[in-house]
């Protein structure tokens, strides 16, 4: 069947939200008219590797260029579970070799320091020119947000809010710390990356310490009222671990007020805490590129075009992943990946002159409580009245009485989760 160009874009629309088994390279996928426009591509990560690899999908004649400073990725999904011990670093660690040899992406490693209009300017003054460009360089942390933060203090209380040396160093906190100790995690105000990420933390973090040191304890001073799959993650706790874990909400203590690194302890509303461990997770915004370009708003957030993700401060520049403001969506892995894919299957209509279609979405998450012990919640986007929305009735959460079967069941959907949307990125 000769599939035309409108429904070649359609069927990528289409399965904008899941990973496209069977198309293994760039020269098996359909072919389309040539246009060889030069397309730059910012930050390796779930937006970026998986915009370079669909573009190339999509068009093999499209120049596609990625720049990423870093030969090797680790992911933040899954560093929780290095942190409780079920996995090693070399779990989580992906390369672009494949991007290069299969799909024809041309990688380079180094960090952009700039976008302009026409081109990426990198930190050595070189510069890419393209015809346009996608930014998905993800969060930075915030040092101005909480009295006693600085980037100095990181070495004592190691944020790990992005995977690499830092959860190394958290891991080996969490594994010189005394029978007994206390562990102090404390969640930031919304936005931020992964909304149930920091509660996976504590379940893996609570999971080490049961086996390992079971007298210790995790404190979750929260700056927050209620967090992501609340209920869910409150039964796992009081299933497997009654007196390690205490969750403390905003307005019952959790506030953090200042953060104090030298005698390892957090000021709150109602006094000071100290911690053996403390993982102060800091308010966060768009990657410094984003911010020393112009694409950002006043709160530090790239807003774009929920259609195509094209900036709305410079044309065809776009903006994916957790840098940017995509309605309802959550800033996590399986956003961006989805994100990507519209994204790059717009990038090919507009190139053509043609109208790029309305995109849908979809979002799952999976936190582990324990090894065998997982829970999830999903969610499937529209664009709808000028922004991603939430489709009513489609997705949910893991059911709440659900047996000790079902939720192991889910801890293996959660590794098949993982394998599949590194292929997607990766192989
Ligand atoms: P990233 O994946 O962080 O990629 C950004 C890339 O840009 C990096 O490789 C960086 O090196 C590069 N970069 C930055 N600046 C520049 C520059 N100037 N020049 C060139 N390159 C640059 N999501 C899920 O879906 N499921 C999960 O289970 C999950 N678990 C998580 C657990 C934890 C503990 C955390 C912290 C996050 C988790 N997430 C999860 C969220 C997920 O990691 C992010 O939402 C996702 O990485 C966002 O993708 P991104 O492309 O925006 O940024």
């Given at each position: 069947m000769q599939v035309t160009r409108r429904q070649f874009s359609k069927l990528f629309l289409a399965a904008g939200a899941t990973t496209l088994a069977g198309c293994n390279t760039a020269s098996q996928s359909a072919r389309v008219s040539p246009s060889s426009a030069r397309i730059v591509v910012v930050g390796g990560g779930f937006g970026g590797a998986t915009a370079a690899k669909y573009l190339k999908m999509m068009d093999n004649s499209l120049d596609v260029t990625l720049v990423e400073p870093n030969k090797t990725f680790y992911t933040c999904p899954f560093s929780n579970l290095v942190l409780g011990g079920l996995k090693q670093m070399d779990d989580i660690a992906h390369s672009y070799t494949k991007l290069e040899s299969l799909y024809g992406v041309k990688v380079v490693h180094a960090r952009a320091s700039r976008v302009e209009a026409n081109a990426v300017v990198l930190a050595d003054g070189s510069r890419i020119p393209f015809d346009r460009a996608v930014v998905s360089p993800g969060v930075d942390v915030r040092y101005d947000k909480m009295p006693g933060h600085s980037p100095d203090v990181e070495d004592k209380m190691p944020h790990a809010w992005k995977a690499g040396p830092q959860t190394v160093q958290l891991r080996k906190q969490l594994e010189a710390m005394p029978d007994g100790g206390t562990v102090v995690i404390c969640p930031p105000e919304n936005p931020f990356r992964c909304p149930p990420g920091p509660y996976e933390r504590a379940s893996m973090m609570a999971h080490y310490l049961s086996q390992n040191k079971p007298r210790s304890k995790v404190l979750i001073l929260d700056m927050k009222e209620k967090f992501s799959k609340q209920p869910l993650f409150t039964d796992g706790w009081n299933l497997h671990y009654r007196d390690l874990i205490e969750w403390r909400q905003g307005s019952a203590g959790g506030k953090v007020l200042q953060i104090d690194a030298a005698n390892m302890q957090v000021e709150t509303e109602f006094g000071w805490e100290k911690g053996d461990v403390i993982n102060f997770i800091p308010a966060q915004w768009a990657g410094k590129i984003a911010r020393d370009s112009g694409l950002t708003n006043d709160a530090g957030w790239c807003p774009v075009n929920q259609i195509t993700f094209e900036s709305e401060k410079m044309p065809k520049v776009h903006v994916i992943g957790d840098a940017s403001i995509a309605g309802a969506m959550p800033k996590s892995g399986f956003s961006a990946n989805s994100q990507a894919k519209v994204c790059a299957a717009a990038i090919v209509s507009l190139l053509r002159g043609e109208d790029p279609v309305a995109p849908s979405f979809a979002n799952t998450c999976y936190s582990l409580v324990t090894p065998n012990y997982?829970?999830?919640?999903?969610?499937?986007?529209?664009?709808?009245?000028?922004?991603?929305?939430g489709v009513s009735g489609a997705?949910?959460?893991?059911?709440?009485?659900?047996?000790a079967a079902a939720r192991a069941q889910e801890a293996v959907y959660?590794?098949?989760?993982?394998?599949?949307?590194?292929q997607d990125m990766f192989a």
């Open positions: 997982s829970i999830s919640v999903a969610a499937v986007y529209r664009f709808n009245e000028g922004k991603i929305a997705g949910g959460v893991s059911p709440k009485n659900a047996d959660a590794q098949g989760w993982y394998d599949s949307i590194t």
